[in-house]
């Protein structure tokens, strides 16, 4: 079995990988062509591989367009889930979708730049000054309603299975729930309510590789978004390792024996 990886640091562990910059695409393609399985290739690369060469890709294709960015991720987290996220606007930057804004949304309020997807990019507008200094760089408002919280459920899906979930508890009065801010994680008392919704979610989304970051509300799960590449240092208090659980899952869903052959995959005649 032959691994192409686009992403060293994801898949340090999974037997016979070869990395491969993904700015080398083209200069490696004969490479990328032999492999039976490519490993977090970027979103840029999916109608070369996909389209192009009909590769076998992990995480699938619709993990990697949805999380690409903000925009559609929130689309269809409002068709499959309404009622599990905040209120949103998306609207072009015009003075009149500004001054809307401000005029629907309260202080404060949550602006995300929608560019950006990984957990970075978000903001906490207290004032019409914040309002300002964020709509002076982005192409796209982004807005969302305010939801109180000093803690985040991170529900971590691999495959077609939850693989870890974590509570990330941020210090006193901190809006962030990074860990990398200084939030601390705790797996006491995991609510089953989130568990079930970013399953739901993922499934019916067809994500394979996810850390949904989920809010409880009066205890009811709100989902914020999730990330394709999710920080790993959850999973490293845990003494977890998720290259484990996608090798098995790559394995046992794209490379089941042919029936009628042993285990050693060699067709009996």
Known sequence: MRFISFHPYRTIGIPNVKYIKPEHTFPEIHAIKRADFILFPEKWQLPIL???LKKKIFPNYDTIVLGHNKIDMTRALQTVCPDHFPY???KGNTAENQREMLDTFPFPFVAKDPRNSMGQGVFLIQSEEDFVAYASRVETLYIQEYLPS??????VVVGEDIYSAYW???EAEQFYHNIARGSHISFHS?????LELALRVSRELNINHAGFDIFMIEGKPIIL????LFGNQGLMTS?????????Q??????????PGAPVGGKRIS
């Not at 995991?190 to 989130?194: G, L, S």
């Not at 899952?249 to 042919?258: A, N």
């Open 50 to 52: 996909v389209h192009g």
């Open 88 to 90: 949103t606007e998306i």
């Open 150 to 155: 000093d803690r985040e459920v991170r529900v």
């Open 168 to 170: 990330k508890i941020a």
């Open 190 to 194: 995991v609510p089953d309510e989130a």
């Open 225 to 228: 978004e999730f990330n394709v």
């Open 239 to 247: 003494g977890k390792r998720v290259e484990e659980a996608i090798y």
């Open 249 to 258: 899952y790559i394995m046992d869903t794209y490379f089941q024996p042919t």
